[in-house]
């Protein structure tokens, strides 16, 4: 199965805004029972406004067969009066000393409520999500001096809880973190005449 991350999102609000977490519950999901592998990463360098493809592996290692959001049809998942609605997130880390820089990846809605929005993935099998990501908005470095630097990159796959409208999460599970790390070098953008 491959969930291709670069379909584009059929969505009511701005694709830009960015969700906004409200914890109504004090529980936290258990996190997802998921193997998260990066099978291919380009290109080697990335600097702001540049785009970074990737391609996850991702394989069920629990007992039981797990449904995940996998659709791209946002306004039919988060129309009012649709119960338990979700999304699955496959998002780009890099580590550099005590700072992080997250990258937005391919993202995806689903409800059990909604034909066709959830995939199930039985015990040992394998999914693949394909996903471009764009260095752009924080996804920054805290100092200049950091430029021109290796970081290590990883991928986390998260569920979210909705609370019935795209801009409010309630929950989210305890992110599912690549087994492997890429390397990437960290350019300094170039310079506009």
């Not at 977490?21 to 360098?45: F, M, Y």
């Not at 990737?54 to 659709?71: H, Q």
């Not at 979700?86 to 780009?92: E, K, Q």
């Amino acid at each position: 199965m491959v969930l291709d991350g670069n379909t584009p999102i059929r969505r009511e609000v701005n694709p830009s805004h960015s969700f906004t977490i409200k914890r109504n519950s004090t529980q936290i999901p258990p996190g997802l029972p998921l193997e998260v592998k990066i099978r291919d990463l380009n290109p080697a360098t990335l600097a702001m406004g540049e785009n970074l493809t990737a391609t996850i592996l991702v394989r069920n290692i629990g007992k039981e067969p797990i449904d995940l959001p996998c659709s791209h049809d946002f306004v039919s998942v988060f129309r009012s009066g649709i119960a338990d609605q979700r999304s699955l997130s496959a998002d780009a880390v890099f580590a550099f000393g005590e700072f992080s820089i997250n990258l937005s990846g391919a993202v995806f809605a689903g409800s059990p409520n909604v034909p066709g929005s959830m995939c199930t993935l039985a015990p040992e099998a394998t999914l693949t999500i394909l996903a471009t990501m764009n260095a752009s908005g924080t996804a920054r470095l805290e100092d200049p001096h950091q430029y021109n630097t290796l970081l290590s990159m990883k991928i986390e796959v998260v569920e979210y809880f909705h609370d019935g409208s795209l801009e409010q999460i309630t929950n989210s599970s305890k992110p599912a973190v690549s087994v492997n790390s890429i390397p990437i070098f960290w350019r300094e953008p170039r310079k506009v005449p």
